[in-house]
Each structure stands twice: as structure tokens, then as C-alpha cells.
């Protein structure tokens, strides 16, 4: 039996084709060394699993291939790498920099990477200095991190910056997609969006989560495996919740935010997911803005269907209590029955966004 390699391993991108959402800075660094114009520092900064070391990797490869026949080389001896979150001592930089005066025995480049490089303490960096100013003409450095503004400014006007972006939800679904046919498994286009969402951005952990989810339902991927396994509440839930508020029927919204609660779910999760579901009725009603819903072909049309039931008053007013609501809740006593007001008070509005009032004696 072969050992299981994650996904995230095992479909490390390899060339700068390959590499998810980040296609300006890989342009910029397929030109920069085609027209000999690659500084000897560069800075990779972003959020994690967005592919900086991947990019890094791939560019010392990249650089080290020009001119050699052998493109299966992968130049390993000329590549190394230093975990700055573990080795930030001055020592190790001093060490890094008499390595950094010995040529390459093979191919054009010596290429350091310097991954979570703001964790270097204030003297490593400052040792650093003088070697990031003026390398060999054979060495260049690539500096990772997460964190850019813990690193000082005399290092940051040293190397060329690259700003890496989020994943877009698009991107990284469609990745999803890729990988699982790849794997032979049948998965929902709902479910692997649902997979994106909660990545944030990271194409790592969406990779992660799909794993994850794989191992728990197997070769049928569906929306329904998907929300059980992550412990997300499903879109019905809230569909359903819009319909009672847009009924006005106060109990059966009570019972349905009951048996979500029994599900496990707490009330904070239920009443901004609700917000969320408002804002994106809301963007669905103009032509422009349908494109800012970042989910599955099968729920955007339950989403168009819906907006067309609701008023953008309405959505706005909805919108602006259960934010209310959300910003009230960890401060709440009672933290359910805020809720509950809360639902009462999203299914009292008409569809002019106004309160319904009840007549008044005079």
C-alpha cells in the first residue's frame, strides 16, 4: 500500500503556469527573466498558503534552467532555504553569509530562501544588510513572509517587493474541480465552492479541507457531505429562514432557529451567516454586481429566485438589524433571546423596509 501524499504536496505547482490567482506576479517574474531584468533580493509577501515559497522554488529552478539542455535538472545543490522562524539568531546569518561567497559548481545561481523572514531578530537583520545591498553577481535571495511591516524598513528598500493576493473563491474552486477529476470524484460544484469559502483566501488549506472531506464521503463529493463534515450551516437553512421572515410567520422562524441551535450551531453563527445571505440577495439584484456572489451555479439561481421576492429597502433594513444583532451579542445576558428579538423583529418589516405598526387608539 502506498503511503498517502496530501494534496497540497502533490499538486505543488511545479512551472509558473501551474500556480492558482497569481498570474501579474508570475508574468512580471517569466519577463523579468527573460529580458535579464531579475533583482538579486526579492521580497514574497501575503497571506499563507498563497504560493511564496512555491513561487520562489519555481523561479530558482526557473532561473538556473536558462541555457541547459537537461530540463529535468532540478538544481537542488543550488537552492537553499532557511527557516528564518527557527534560525534567526545572528549565527545563522553569518553562516548563510560565507555560504553566499563559495559560486555554484553547477548552473548560473546560488538562490537563497528565506522563508517567514520577519522573525529574524533585529541584529540578524542588521547583519544582513550589507550582503542584500551588494550580493556576488552569483546569489539571489528570496525573502518570504506573511507579516511585511515587521520588517525594517532598511531591509524593505533593499529588495524588490511582490504584494502575493488572496485566492479568489473562483480560482480556487476551479482548482478543486481540476484536482478532483483528476482523483476520479464526483463533486458538486455547490460543495467544492463551500470548500473555497472556507479556505479565506488560502489555496493550501483549501486543499486541506478537501482531504479532509474526501476521507469523511469517499467518491461522492455533495454539497450535503461538505456543510456536515465542516460544520457550516447550509444554504437551505437560511433560504428557508428568508422565506418565514418574508411570510411574517414568527413561530416557525422561532422552531427553525431551535432546531439549528439543536444541530450544534450557536446563535452568533446563525445570525451572521443570515446577514450574509441578506448581502448577497441584495447583489443579486443588479445585473453588475451578480458576478460578487461567490458561490455554485445550482444555488445561484435558489439566490436570483429569492432576490426576486424580496425589496432592496427591505434587504438593507434586514441587513442593518441583524448586524445590530451581531455586534450585541457577546456583550448579551441573554444571548438567545437576542436572537429571537432579533428574528422577530427582521420577520415585523413589509416590503417597503418599514416596521409594520400597529394601529394606535386615539
Known sequence: MEPFVVSARKYRPQTFKDVVGQQSITNTLLNAIDNNHLAQALLFCGPRGVGKTTCARILAKKINQEGNENTDEDFAFNIFELDAASNNSVDDIRNLIDQVRIPPQVGKYKVYIIDEVHMLSQSAFNAFLKTLEEPPKHAIFILATT???????????????????????????????????????????????????????????????????????????????????????????????????LAND?????????????????????????????????????????????????????????????????????????????LKYKTSKNQRLLVELTLMKLASINFDGEKKKKKTLV
Open 250 to 326: 414568527i413561530p416557525s422562524l422561532l422552531l427553525l432557529f431551535n432546531e439549528t441551535l439543536a444541530q450544534g450551531f450557536d446563535g452568533h453563527h446563525f445570525i451572521t451567516g443570515l446577514a450574509s445571505h441578506f448581502r448577497d440577495l441584495m447583489v443579486c439584484q443588479h445585473q453588475n454586481t451578480i458576478s460578487l456572489l461567490e458561490v455554485g451555479e445550482e444555488a445561484k439561481k435558489n439566490y436570483l429566485e429569492q432576490s426576486k421576492k424580496t425589496s432592496p429597502a427591505f434587504l438593507l433594513q434586514g441587513i442593518d438589524i441583524a448586524n445590530d444583532s451581531d
Open 147 to 245: 507579516e511585511k511591516h515587521k520588517i525594517i524598513p532598511t531591509i524593505l528598500s533593499r529588495c524588490q517587493i511582490f504584494d502575493f493576493k488572496r485566492i479568489t473563491v473562483k480560482d480556487a474552486a476551479e482548482y478543486l474541480k481540476y484536482i478532483a477529476e483528476n482523483q476520479g470524484i464526483n463533486a458538486e460544484d455547490d460543495a467544492l465552492h463551500i470548500i473555497a469559502q472556507k479556505a479565506d483566501g488560502a489555496m493550501r488549506d483549501a486543499l486541506s479541507i478537501f482531504d479532509r472531506v474526501v476521507s469523511f464521503s469517499g467518491k461522492e463529493l455533495t454539497r450535503k457531505a461538505v456543510t456536515e463534515n465542516l460544520n457550516v450551516l447550509d444554504y437551505d437553512t437560511y433560504f428557508s429562514a428568508t422565506d418565514l421572515i
